[in-house]
């Protein structure tokens, strides 16, 4: 069994920041990618950032790159999002998710088998 907990959300304004964490448990963290997805209402989950098992391999969504940083700590079972100058459309409830595998970093969904509950994001203009 696997247990993702978000924390980290919140009301900002725009250009403001957050940092985004999410715990593991019950799982070898350690040996997957992990990524982080953001879902509006009405729309689709989609990708925001993934890092691979270990650290060194990061991708994003084209929307935030340059904006938002993904990061992993193996030995405290952590992976954080920062996210800068954020705007209005960032707001989204963000999910952590586990991947399939250690070193590819997926786009979609089901290419991840565990999710947390997720910790709402607004940004007001």
């Known amino acids: 069994q696997v247990q993702l907990v978000e924390s980290g959300g919140g009301l900002v304004q725009a250009g403001g920041s957050l940092r985004l964490s999410c715990a593991a448990s019950?799982?070898?963290?350690?040996?997957?990618?992990m990524g982080w997805f953001r879902q509006a209402p009405g729309k689709e989950r989609e990708f925001v950032a993934g890092?691979?098992?270990?650290?060194?391999?990061?991708y994003y969504a084209d929307s935030v790159k340059g904006r938002f940083t993904i990061s992993r700590d193996n030995a405290k079972n952590t992976v954080s999002l920062r996210m800068t100058s954020l705007q209005p459309e960032h707001t989204a409830k963000y999910s952590c998710?586990?991947?399939?595998?250690?070193?590819?970093?997926?786009?979609?969904?089901?290419?991840?088998?565990?999710w947390g509950q997720g910790t709402q994001v607004t940004v007001s203009s």
């Open positions: 019950g799982r070898t963290f350690r040996s997957y990618a």
């Open positions: 890092v691979n098992w270990g650290g060194d391999s990061t």
């Open positions: 998710g586990v991947g399939n595998t250690p070193l590819r970093v997926g786009t979609r969904p089901n290419e991840y088998s565990y």
